[in-house]
């Protein structure tokens, strides 16, 4: 082991990535409790295997396409397998070492760093399918990302591509040195690129591609938190706090219980002014992003922006306006903005005359949900946009009184004649007697 100048600086630029993403994730994890409180620790057993199965073994990836799926398991894979091997980069950054578990492991070694280095290949070319698809081939449910939604997704694939690569030019100069003994699998086919080449060149290349590896982790690490990639860490959580009643079912709002509790109690004075310490009535419904719980917030920050949920939605199929897809994405900027609010203004929010319903999310787009729950469904990650759109439905129906007209005549129908159709109880059978005519 050798301790240098080189160590020294790397443990600056480990604490100093360490505190930058530390500090962001608090940041994020702040703004997904101003949410309410939603208790999702019932059946722990069920929650651990739907996350084994969901989560780590991306079924829901390979369920509708098949070739998209496999291209992002190995991704997936890969990002998950060959950060062991940043492990070791880190503790030989630290100690002074240079491939600290090589002795000890033996053999085991080799064959993980030949598997590690076939991985890579593998991921590269994933990633360069993935570009392809987004911007030459342009797959349907990406053609309406544009600006950083369009540009986040394209950086973290060359920044995957960059990684990979600077790994296999790291083992090519290390195959280089040391006469190709070593576990080589794939970067000694690119060794001949440095042949003929002296030990100090071959030595600057190693250090320079080393550096840019784990630079380059660094990097990505602190990006994840500004992009929709934070999913593969959120992933996991958002996953065991899924929803595990009836698909699309109606929940009870604690606002409307304490109401009907109310009605119910012969003794509860109705017109009684409310103690002077009691909080403010909550909403019916959701109106802004602090009306809603911490799970649908989580939610938000978890969203892939695949698009999966919006090309399995019917009302969008059919041309309406819903994207369940840009109903997250805007529940994760409304929240980054009341987040920022709070953080200009010492920890306390001041009412910017803005809200989640209207200013981000139009009501066009939450009357055109059919309920159907299709994008839950499809969506990798148990992402519920559904949820989010029926409470602030809720809002509008109860505190605005502002249903869309079908519901209202449907309403009326219910109020004057028992049931949702324009006519009385008493003709409802004239259909048996027009079909004898």
Not at 34 to 44: A, M
Not at 75 to 90: P, R
Not at 260 to 279: I, K, L, N, R
Request: with cysteine; aromatic share 10%.
């Amino acid at each position: 082991m050798h301790f240098g100048i080189q160590n020294i600086l790397f443990v600056i630029l480990l604490a100093a990535a360490g505190f930058l993403f530390a500090r962001k994730f608090k940041s994020i994890w702040r703004n997904i409790n101003l949410g309410k409180d939603k208790n999702r620790s019932d059946k722990p057993k069920e929650r651990w295997a739907l996350m084994a199965k969901v989560a780590l073994g991306q079924s829901k990836m390979v369920k509708r396409k098949k070739l998209a799926g496999f291209f992002h398991v190995i991704v997936y894979v890969g990002f998950l397998l060959i950060n062991i091997e940043v492990l070791e980069i880190v503790l030989d950054g630290i100690l002074g070492s240079h491939r600290i578990f090589a002795e000890p492991l033996g053999s085991v070694y080799n064959a993980a760093i030949n598997f590690f280095e076939i991985l890579a290949v593998f991921v590269i070319i994933a990633c360069a399918v993935f570009l392809w698809r987004r911007n030459v081939n342009v797959v349907p449910r990406f053609k309406d990302l544009k600006g950083w939604a369009k540009i986040d997704g394209n950086n973290i694939l060359i920044i995957e591509i960059v990684l990979m690569t600077a790994l296999l030019i790291l083992g090519a100069a290390e195959a280089n040195m040391t006469d190709g003994n070593g576990p080589w699998v794939i970067s000694g086919m690119l060794a001949p690129i440095f042949s003929g080449m002296s030990q100090e060149s071959l030595h600057i290349i190693e250090r320079v591609a080393w550096w840019a590896h784990i630079v380059g982790i660094f990097a990505f690490l602190n990006y994840l938190p500004y992009s929709k990639h934070f999913h593969v860490i959120l992933a996991f959580p958002n996953v065991w706090y899924s929803n595990l009643e009836n698909k699309g079912g109606f929940t009870n709002l604690e606002s409307v219980k304490k109401e009907v509790e109310m009605m119910m109690d012969p003794a509860a004075d109705p017109y009684a002014a409310p103690p002077a310490d009691a909080p403010a009535p909550e909403r019916f419904g959701a109106k802004d992003v602090t009306d809603l719980n911490w799970v649908q917030l989580m939610n938000s920050y978890a969203c892939t922006e695949c698009g999966r949920c919006t090309s399995s939605c019917p009302a969008n199929i059919t041309g309406k306006k819903l994207s369940p897809r840009k109903i997250m994405m805007d529940t994760r900027d409304r929240l980054e903005e009341v987040g920022k609010n709070i953080d200009s203004n010492n920890g306390e929010f001041k009412d910017d005359g803005k809200f989640l319903l209207d200013n981000y999310v139009t009501r066009e787009e939450l009357w055109a949900c059919t309920s159907c729950n299709a994008c839950v469904e499809a969506c990798p990650v148990n992402i519920d946009p559904l949820s989010i759109i029926v409470d602030m439905r809720r809002y509008l129906v109860m505190e605005e009184s502002s249903a869309d007209q079908a519901i209202n005549m449907m309403m009326t129908n219910i109020e004057n004649n028992g049931a949702p159709w324009a006519y009385p109880q008493a003709d409802r059978g004239n259909w048996k007697d027009e079909m004898k005519e």
